[in-house]
């Protein structure tokens, strides 16, 4: 019944002013048509026409006075056109009555061909074609749906599938509606003419509103227990069902003022009449629009209370866009019509691309769970994001070209000046949005890798090396890329343009000499910088030490280096003033160490002991992965003042030698206690003036002995 309840509101709408003041009429034609047509048929009337044309035809035409002379052409047809526009539909209000007369007549009429109870039945054999060939499609399908229900959506896999089949069943039953509604019309041969018309308008926006529907269903709200996990654009509940309601109801208003203009069209309404009903019906679109805007769910509106700038930013948001759906009405009405296109276009465009952005990321971006360490995206999701984009642009740059009435085929066959700016336009922006796809992929391609070796593991190895090698590489590698693509593309665009690009490109040349000469030590500093890394000389995480400088590389530009310093600070160094680099960060390093023991200590003893200390720290869970080499003694250095200076040495990984020195030395100073052993030290002996043995000795242990002095460590 939904068929025939939407068709009768229809006919209703169109008739209740016409029937609150006019008795219906048997005649074919309105009487004021038939007035019209009398007069033009009388022969005193035709030889009044003839006479004013010849005189009109004659009487030259003024000149443009001074008063008007200072506003262009364009501007003054404009508001000509403008002026026009709002004078004939302040017309059309007074003459709206009798237009809704002559509809009713022409429906009466039309009606009268096959009777009440021919046109009721028709509605009903209609109505049960539609709805039959539905149910018959639902049954069918029943089993379908239920094995679809009953595929698991824990993966991306699953709920795609899930998400098609839903979506073909929804546009299956669209269709079903839409052939068995079809094949009444051409099955049956009694509708009346007009009325079989406004039946199949009222049918098309019955279709349009149901396909939308479905794809609303789709993108937004899903039915089912996992809609939260099969919702396409990513939302809560509540958003989803928001949106879903209002994005229906904007489709049912457009669909409502198709079928409603196009049924005036056929009842005979005038121009300006119809545009009247278009402009009441957009009235009631734009207060949808603006309420929507109001009441849509978000941060920016439920928190707006706990945060006051907050509250300004989304009281702002929503005066703009209010504003922003009122100029659109505004520029519609008062026939801009090629303005009303231009905006609408462009919030259209900006709106579908940012959705489409959020679904590609929330359907195809990686998990944080990857092995990357953080959520990015891949080389395929921007790809197709940017895809997207670019059919999204030209979609709308060829609905503009429709909209205003622009005929691409006939004006690419064209040769004029402006036709040659606008084909070098459309160029040009195709190119950069060719070279900002390329750009896109290339950037998260080169992202993702540098992700991949951002956290290198402590234990350095071939893999490990490669990866910070690439990671100190690929940055470089990404601000070249940047530069060559946009100086390529905006060469290639002002080409496409018409612009001469030789002469820039030699000019190009000359500025580069000049510029070479005056900046010698700029071109110094990125030549070192090359020279730098095609030799491997560091890498991003590595320590250096170079004259003065000395820190963690942090990150390179074209021209320096950035070292952190381990207190802190961080020391910007041009490439041209390194000089020698040392690198503490390669392969290994060895730690060297001096003990002081006392002349009557048992070096042997002391030898083992060290060994077994060294083994025992090789061992250890969290000190063997970077132990290349144990602790050992390698023996005697020297007989010192106070005792025997002892020469000991250990190998790691780079980095890591300062947390096996600080675990020997407590290690040694613990197993020297407990067997003896004693570390040398200053003493001193005080004798009396006399010569007479001292009354007391006085030690004097100063604690500044030489028993564990690490020495600088040896790197590769």
Known sequence: ???????????????????????????????????????????????????????????????????????????????????????????????????????????????????????????????????????LYRRATSGFMTRVAQLDVATRRGQ?????????????????????????????????????????????????????????????????????????????????RFWTQRLGLVVIILAVSYATTLSLSLLGFSVEAREIVAYSLGLGLLSVGIDTVRRAPGPTIVDAAADGEVLVRAKTSVGLISAYFVLLWCLWAFGAVQLFWLAAIAIGLVWAIAIA????????????????????????????????????????????????????????????????????????????????????????????????????????????????????????????????????????????????????????????????????????????????????????????????????????????????HSRGPIFTVPFGVLGAVQNMSRDWVIEKLSLTITYDSDLEKARKLIKKIGLELAEDPELKAITIEPLKMQGVEEFGEYGVKLRLKLKTKPGQQAAVRRRALVMIKAAFDESGICFASKAIQVSSAGGSQPDAGVNADAALHDAATPQKPVAA
């Open 160 to 240: 795609l599938m899930v998400l098609a089949s839903r979506l073909g069943h929804d546009v299956g039953r669209v269709a079903v509606i839409a052939a068995a509604g079809i094949g009444v019309f051409v099955a049956l041969h009694y509708w009346p003419e007009v009325i079989e018309k406004i039946v199949l308008a009222c049918l098309l926006a019955f279709i349009i509103v149901l396909l939308a529907r479905a794809v609303l269903r789709f993108l937004l709200s899903p039915p089912g227990k996992d809609a939260n996990d099969l919702r396409i654009v990513p939302m809560d509940g509540e958003s989803a």
């Open 357 to 564: 952005e959020r679904i590609v990321v929330h359907l195809l971006q990686q998990s944080a769970s990857s092995g990357i360490g953080a959520a990015t995206p891949s080389a395929g999701a921007t790809l197709l994001s940017r895809g997207i984009r670019f059919i999204l642009i030209i979609s709308g740059l060829l609905l503009l070209a429709w909209a205003w009435n622009i005929d691409l085929v006939a004006l690419s066959a064209a040769d004029t000046p402006p036709v040659r700016v606008a084909h070098g336009i459309i160029s040009a922006v195709i190119i950069l949005l060719v070279a900002d796809l390329v750009w896109r992929v290339l950037r998260t391609l080169i992202d993702n890798q540098i992700a991949k070796v951002r956290d290198t593991a402590v234990v350095q190895t071939e893999e490990t090396q490669r990866r910070s090698r690439l990671n100190t590489l690929l940055p470089i590698l990404r601000n070249f890329l940047w530069a060559t693509l946009a100086i390529v593309a905006i060469l290639m665009a002002l080409s496409a343009m018409g612009v001469q690009i030789g002469p820039l490109i030699a000019g190009a040349g000359i500025a580069g000499v000049a510029i070479g000469f005056g900046a010698q030590t700029l071109v110094k500093d990125i030549l070192s910088g090359v020279f730098f890394l095609l030799d491997d000389a560091f890498r991003v995480g590595e320590y250096i030490e170079s004259g003065n400088y000395k820190g963690t590389v942090e990150s390179f530009s074209l021209r320096s280096v950035k070292l952190r």
């Open 1 to 135: 019944m939904r068929v025939l309840i939407l068709a009768a509101l229809m006919l209703l709408g169109v008739t209740l002013v016409a029937r609150a003041d006019t008795a219906p009429s048997s005649e074919q034609l309105p009487p004021n048509v038939e007035a019209l047509l009398s007069l033009l048929a009388d022969p005193g009337v035709q030889k009044w026409l003839e006479t004013h044309k010849a005189a009109s035809a004659t009487t030259p035409v003024p000149p443009i006075t001074t008063q008007t002379s200072h506003l262009s052409h364009p501007l003054a047809d404009y508001v000509r056109a403008v002026r026009g526009h709002i004078h004939g539909l302040a017309r059309a209000l007074t003459t709206l009555p009798d237009e809704f007369a002559a509809a009713w007549s022409i429906l009466v009429a039309d009606a009268e061909k096959v009777g009440l109870a021919g046109l009721v039945g028709l509605f009903g054999l209609f109505a049960a074609a539609a709805f039959g060939a539905e149910r």
